[in-house]
């Protein structure tokens, strides 16, 4: 009890940060989250529906900004990074960079700045499927419920419409980047991973058509807040597909690209297939797979969804997609595995099952830390500094929640052994 009181300080902001603050929190230890976007919840605040149930994941992660917003020890800041971590006598000391985020807390996200800004950016929520203004509020179930200027974008003052429109005095265009310095007892690493990038498949054809997606858009293009507002269509003409294959271990178990398994990718598409067939029964779904992957309890979830009428599953690697200009659909060539047949599959649209690249590949936290050569995190020396969720291994969020739950008590027992 008489360690209570000790920060632990906890990188990212998705689902594995939030359990490990919220846990450590309830346990009287003060938790400091720092995430890079400008709002919490990592990749599940992107997704349409959770496997197996397929209830939307704002159900739980409303229960855990609420647990976070009734309990003083979890502090967050968004739109920050680690800059440096040091470690005296036992005490992690941390500078941390916020970026300027241009609205302050008295923001009550009316809306009204958004109305007169004359600027629009691609939405990185919805991966660049559709624009917000330069300000924005990240998405309508946002955590902290605040809009941002994408500096980059805006005009500032020399615009300042958006200044004038807010009621509040919410807007200050001239706020500028500042480094906090905190101090920690413990440091857990929860940084995720991003949606590995098809453009680096050649064979597959990404960004030669809109048609062709990948499945973290496909999330996106479901969701009822998402750009077509739930409605799976074409995005070249705003169709709805008659037909769509996936295209498993987009990238992934590939030695020219990724050799890892995300683990999800199989349960991902056959979620996808559901989402298609909750929207019309009609749309044929295929999906080339190399195995499926689907252990424990998602078992009786892959048999439920493959069962359904208009899904067919065909066991083999994707050689090549051609598109087939008289329709703007393609022809999908994969040698059938099992038959020894070449297939050509006419579809109207295409979703690679792009896998979960570690976040540190894009960028390396300044942590004292050994990566697997994959990118993610193994167990690092310092018994103080602990991996934890994605950013250590592929899983699905229940495993990541675990995960985080023990790496709380982790941080919590380096704490108390010093
Ligand atoms: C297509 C697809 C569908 C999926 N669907 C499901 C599903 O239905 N059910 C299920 O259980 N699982 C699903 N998953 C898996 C699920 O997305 C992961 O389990 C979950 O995102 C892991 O959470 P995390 O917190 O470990 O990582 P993330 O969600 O990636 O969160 C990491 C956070 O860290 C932040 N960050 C990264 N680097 C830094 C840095 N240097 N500094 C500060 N912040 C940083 C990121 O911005 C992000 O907010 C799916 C995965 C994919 C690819």
């Not at 400008?38 to 229960?63: D, H, T, W």
């Not at 997606?213 to 799976?232: D, F, S, Y």
């Not at 995005?235 to 498993?248: L, N």
């Amino acid at each position: 009890m008489s360690e209570q009181g000790k920060t632990i300080l906890v990188v990212g902001g998705g689902i594995s940060v939030m359990t490990t603050a919220i846990e450590a929190a309830e346990a009287g230890y003060k938790a400091v989250i720092i995430e890079r976007n400008s709002y919490l919840g990592g990749r599940v605040a992107q997704m349409n529906k959770y496997f197996p149930k397929l209830c939307p994941p704002y159900c739980g992660m409303e229960i855990n900004f609420s647990r976070m917003r009734s309990n003083p020890n979890v502090r967050s800041y968004t739109l920050a990074r680690l800059e440096s971590l040091n470690k005296e006598d036992g005490t992690y000391k941390a500078a941390v960079k916020v970026e300027p985020r241009f609205v302050n807390s008295k923001c009550t996200a009316c809306g009204e700045c958004e109305k007169v800004c004359p600027v629009d950016r691609p939405n990185d929520f919805n991966y660049g499927m559709d624009t917000t203004k330069a300000i924005y509020l990240p998405h309508e179930m946002a955590f902290p419920v605040r809009y941002a200027v994408d500096g980059a974008a805006c005009k500032g003052a020399s615009c300042g419409k958006c200044v004038e429109a807010c009621k509040y005095d919410a807007i200050e265009l001239e706020m500028q980047a500042e480094t906090v310095e905190i101090e920690a007892d413990a440091v857990v690493m929860a940084t995720g991973w991003n949606p590995y990038d098809p453009n680096k498949i050649d064979n597959l054809a990404f960004g030669k058509s809109p048609n062709i997606i990948n499945n973290v858009m496909m999330e996106r293009l479901a969701a009822v807040n998402g750009p077509t507002g739930g409605k799976i269509q074409r995005p070249s003409d705003g169709k709805e597909p008659a037909s769509v294959a996936f295209v498993q271990c987009a990238g992934s178990r590939d030695e020219n690209h990724m050799q890892h398994c995300s683990a999800i990718c199989c349960l991902a598409t056959f979620k996808q297939i559901a989402y298609l067939h909750e929207q019309n029964p009609e749309i044929q779904a295929y999906m080339f797979y190399i195995d499926l992957r689907a252990q424990g309890k998602y078992e009786a979830f892959v048999q439920d969804v493959s069962a359904q009428e208009n899904t067919t599953l065909i066991k083999g690697k994707v050689a090549e997609i051609a598109e087939d200009g008289a329709t703007g659909g393609f022809i999908v060539t994969a040698e059938n595995a099992v038959t020894g047949e070449k297939v050509h599959q006419a579809v109207d649209m295409v979703v690679l099952a792009t896998g979960m690249d570690p976040a540190s590949n894009e960028m390396r936290a300044p942590v004292s830390l050994d990566y697997e050569m994959s990118g993610f995190m193994v167990p690092s020396s310092d018994p103080g500094i602990i991996a934890t969720g994605v950013a250590k291994k592929p899983s699905d969020v229940a495993s990541c929640t675990q995960d985080a739950t023990a790496a709380t008590l982790k941080a919590i027992q380096s704490i108390v052994r010093r």
